[in-house]
Each structure stands twice: as C-alpha cells, then as structure tokens.
C-alpha cells in the first residue's frame, strides 16, 4: 500500500483541503463543475439527498473492503453492494491504494482517489467510482475521463515511480456493476482541456 502524504487533510465540514497548512483553492470536482450549466447545477441539488449518501456509503464500504478494514454494513444499498463485491476486477488484484489524497500545489488544488491496484494480469489502474440509481442511468453513464486524468496527473507528481497504465470507471448501479475502461492519455487530454476551461473562467471573473 502506498503511503499517505505528509501534511495533506481532508475537511469533511467544508470538503477543502488543506497542505502543510495552507487551505487549497479547489479539487478536481470544483474545476469541472465549472462546465455544467445552471440547470445541471439545480438537478444535482434538487437530488442531493438521494445520491449523496448512497454514493458516501458505497465509497466507504468499498474502501474498508479493499484495504481489508472491518466491512461496512451494506444496509439499504445492499442491491449496489453486492455486485460491486463480485465485480470481476477485484479477482486477484493487490491493492496499492484506496482513497489516497494527492496533491497538485503547482495548481493549489487536491484531491482523493477512489483506488489503485494492480490487475491479475500486473496492469496498474486507477479508478473512479460512481453509483447510479437504476440500470439505465448505469447504461447511459459515460467515463470519468477528466477526473481520472487530475488523478493520473496528481499521482504523477506526488508518486512518480508509480507508473499507471490503465484507467477505469466503475458504475454501480441496483442489480450490476459495470467496469468502462479508457486510455490514460486520453483522461490527460480530457482534464487538460478541463483546466483549460477552469483557468479561462477565473481570469473572466477576474481571480
């Protein structure tokens, strides 16, 4: 397991993050929340209550199982649980991390990964998880390629003799787990142009 780095925190109260110190302007969810628009904004609020905690629970639960921690109740996520347990993924892999904060001070940002393994077959990947509330909201889920991509960079930054060479999303939906894959440089490409987005409405307000 990699070790986490020094003088890096997590707030839950507020979700910043703080480095030796100093509080961090943003993560990788508050560049790309940039890009949605006002209504997307409201749908996300307006469902707050159904995905938060489902999302916080399954996180949880999948952290404690693959770093061995005493498991988690499934409780009322059961449906989402169980075939995220026997997702084919996990067959045979060694875990290397599992929500690991990584940081990029160059662009006074953090932020934490959903895991990284090494496959059966010896391929290091990262992953995103994401839950969904049916069957067809999993079928119509893209890739997180832009957040995989901030993680990749952060990883190469705070961890430069991991070298990752494959990224994944797993959607977890009632019923089925989905694993999408992508390809590193294209989660590169994605969260640049992200950035470049986020960078670009900064110095329009004037930050």
């Not at 961090?24 to 929340?33: A, I, K, Q, W, Y």
């Not at 894959?181 to 590169?188: A, K, L, Q, R």
């Not at 490409?189 to 960078?199: G, H, P």
Request: overall charge neutral; aromatic content about 10%; proline content about 4%.
């Amino acid at each position: 397991m990699l070790q986490p780095l020094e003088g890096l925190e997590f707030d839950p109260r507020t979700h910043r993050y703080k480095y030796n110190g100093r509080w961090l302007h943003t993560s990788p969810t508050g560049v790309l929340s940039i890009d949605l628009d006002r209504a997307a904004k409201q749908r996300i609020e307006e469902t707050r209550h159904e995905w938060e905690p489902r999302g916080n629970h399954c996180h949880l639960w999948l952290e404690h199982f693959l770093t061995g921690a005493a498991e988690v109740d499934c409780g009322q996520y059961k449906d989402w649980i169980d075939p995220l347990r026997n997702c084919w993924l996990w067959e045979g892999c060694t875990v290397l991390a599992s929500e690991l904060r990584l940081v990029d001070e160059k662009r006074n940002m953090a932020g934490s990964v959903d895991f990284i393994i090494r496959t059966r077959e010896g391929h290091v990947t990262i992953g995103d998880l994401k839950t969904v509330s049916s069957i067809e909201a999993m079928n119509r889920r893209k890739p997180a390629d832009a957040q995989l991509g901030a993680y990749i960079r952060m990883m190469n930054v705070c961890y430069g003799h991991i070298f990752i060479e494959r990224a994944v999303t797993v959607v977890a939906a009632p019923g089925q787990t989905k694993v999408i894959p992508s390809d590193v440089n294209t989660c590169g490409c994605a969260w640049e142009d992200a950035y470049d987005k986020y960078r670009t409405h900064g110095k329009l307000l004037g930050f």
